[in-house]
């Protein structure tokens, strides 16, 4: 909240690895914003979300990119 006071915004891409149950198991920065609280923050709400696999037939487990974007809305 202190950053984006001060009208900073940033975007983190995390390297995000998830079971067959779409739940995160393993996070880690790909690419930093530049703002180690940005970075802490995204680390911290990834592994509470839980993704799933457009047309997968089976569960599987996956490695992907996530960008998550910190702004201010206008």
């Known amino acids: 909240p202190e950053l ?3 009208g900073i915004e940033g975007l983190v891409k995390l390297r995000v690895e998830l079971n067959a149950d779409g739940r ?3 996070a880690s920065v790909s690419k930093s914003s530049g703002h180690d ?3 802490r923050s995204a680390l ?3 592994y509470r979300w839980r993704f799933t696999a457009a ?3 089976t569960p599987q487990q996956r490695e ?3 960008p998550i ?3 201010i809305v206008r």
Do not use: C, N, P
Request: charged share 30%; proline share 0%.
């Open 44 to 46: 911290e709400i990834i």
């Open 24 to 26: 995160v198991v393993k």
């Open 37 to 39: 609280a940005f970075d």
């Open 64 to 66: 992907l990119i996530v």
């Open 4 to 6: 984006l006071s001060r």
């Open 55 to 57: 047309g997968a037939k």
């Open 69 to 71: 974007r910190f702004g």
